[in-house]
């Protein structure tokens, strides 16, 4: 009976908290300019068929008759050096960043979240197995890391994704094991305990709840980043491959026509800078919101 009452007071303390967290949420400009942006991108990735001029320009078409055509009614963003209009282009390439930066950190989280919460439960030898494996992959930067596994493989979207998740498990597993060592002492965990609960009930149905403000405020800023380190690896030829419309891709194809041809980069180019920032900025929003600190 006690258990049980613990149990719902900690559970009605945490529903008043997220009513809070949305209240300020409404009351955080910076907040709602993010979410805007987030929205606006993944609206444009979805309804990109719709949405785009010339559908047919993100595929294998040339139009050598306008290559190179400035910014005008016809054309807002311009066209490339094989005629493509880079509007369309530019409102498809949010279809490949935004996906591959969800998917890269939600393999993360699937990976690093359960490593961290058995590291930081059971502790011992496990734990110490766990955190020496990941100070291993922490030991090269996240970029460095990814460059290597692009170099390794065959450059396609696929194994970007496998390049830039191969180290990114690391933080969440870190993260989840700090909230957890700080989490398994807690009042309701001892209350679950005493009526017998198992360690694994304990870990993920007690103990895992708990810790998802803090993974949803770090997977928020960093699919921004995860997009920024796709589009680098298009850059540099690594990432995804011509013709798919990717940013970094777009943005490579053009500098050797800077500065007369600026529109090839520079509108892919505020395509990521806007996407990352849109994500930053919502991201620090829910980290005051839930007063976490990383």
Same mark, same amino acid.
């Given at each position: 009976?006690?258990?049980?009452?613990?149990?719902?007071?900690?559970?009605?303390?945490?529903?008043?908290? =997220?009513?809070? +967290?949305?209240?300020?949420?409404?009351?955080? &400009?910076?907040? $709602? %300019? /993010?979410?805007?942006?987030? *929205?606006?991108?993944?609206?444009?990735?979805?309804?990109?068929?719709?949405?785009?001029?010339?559908?047919?320009?993100?595929?294998?078409?040339?139009?050598?008759?306008?290559?190179?055509?400035?910014?005008?009614?016809?054309?807002?963003?311009?066209?490339?050096?094989?005629?493509?209009?880079?509007?369309?282009?530019?409102?498809?390439?949010?279809? =490949?960043?935004? +996906?591959?930066?969800?998917?890269?950190?939600? &393999?993360?989280? $699937? %990976? /690093?979240?359960?490593?961290? *919460?058995?590291?930081?439960?059971?502790?011992?030898?496990?734990?110490?197995l766990i955190m020496r494996t990941t100070d291993v992959f922490l030991a090269l930067p996240s970029l460095v890391l990814a460059l290597?596994?692009?170099?390794?493989?065959?450059?396609?979207?696929?194994?970007?994704?496998?390049?830039?998740?191969?180290?990114?498990?690391?933080?969440?597993?870190?993260?989840?094991?700090?909230?957890?060592?700080?989490?398994?002492?807690?009042?309701?965990?001892?209350?679950?305990?005493?009526?017998?609960?198992?360690?694994?009930?304990?870990?993920?149905?007690?103990?895992?709840?708990?810790?998802?403000?803090?993974?949803?405020?770090?997977?928020?800023?960093?699919?921004?980043?995860?997009?920024?380190?796709?589009?680098?690896?298009?850059?540099?030829?690594?990432?995804?491959?011509?013709?798919?419309?990717?940013?970094?891709?777009?943005?490579?194809?053009?500098?050797?026509?800077?500065?007369?041809?600026?529109?090839?980069?520079?509108?892919?180019?505020?395509?990521?800078?806007?996407?990352?920032?849109?994500?930053?900025?919502?991201?620090?929003?829910?980290?005051?919101?839930?007063?976490?600190?990383?």
């Amino acid at each position: 009976m006690l258990a049980t009452k613990q149990r719902t007071l900690h559970y009605a303390v945490r529903k008043e908290e =997220v009513l809070r +967290s949305v209240y300020r949420l409404k009351k955080s &400009l910076l907040s $709602l %300019i /993010g979410l805007a942006i987030c *929205l606006g991108m993944v609206g444009m990735a979805i309804f990109a068929p719709s949405l785009a001029p010339y559908p047919r320009d993100a595929g294998k078409v040339v139009h050598f008759d306008r290559a190179f055509t400035p910014p005008n009614g016809e054309h807002p963003f311009g066209t490339d050096q094989i005629g493509r209009d880079i509007l369309s282009r530019t409102i498809y390439g949010a279809r =490949v960043s935004l +996906s591959l930066g969800f998917i890269v950190i939600t &393999l993360a989280i $699937l %990976i /690093g979240v359960p490593l961290g *919460l058995i590291a930081g439960y059971f502790g011992g030898i496990v734990d110490t197995l766990i955190m020496r494996t990941t100070d291993v992959f922490l030991a090269l930067p996240s970029l460095v890391l990814a460059l290597a596994v692009s170099a390794a493989l065959e450059p396609s979207y696929w194994h970007t994704v496998v390049a830039i998740s191969f180290g990114w498990w690391t933080w969440y597993t870190r993260l989840v094991r700090g909230e957890v060592l700080s989490l398994k002492e807690e009042q309701f965990v001892e209350a679950a305990r005493s009526i017998g609960a198992g360690k694994f009930y304990l870990a993920f149905r007690e103990i895992l709840p708990n810790t998802l403000s803090v993974i949803i405020v770090k997977a928020t800023l960093d699919i921004g980043y995860a997009i920024l380190v796709g589009a680098s690896l298009g850059f540099l030829g690594l990432g995804v491959q011509p013709p798919t419309p990717e940013w970094g891709t777009m943005v490579a194809d053009g500098r050797q026509y800077l500065p007369e041809r600026w529109w090839v980069t520079t509108f892919p180019g505020l395509a990521v800078f806007i996407t990352v920032i849109g994500f930053n900025l919502l991201g620090d929003g829910l980290r005051d919101i839930f007063d976490v600190e990383l």
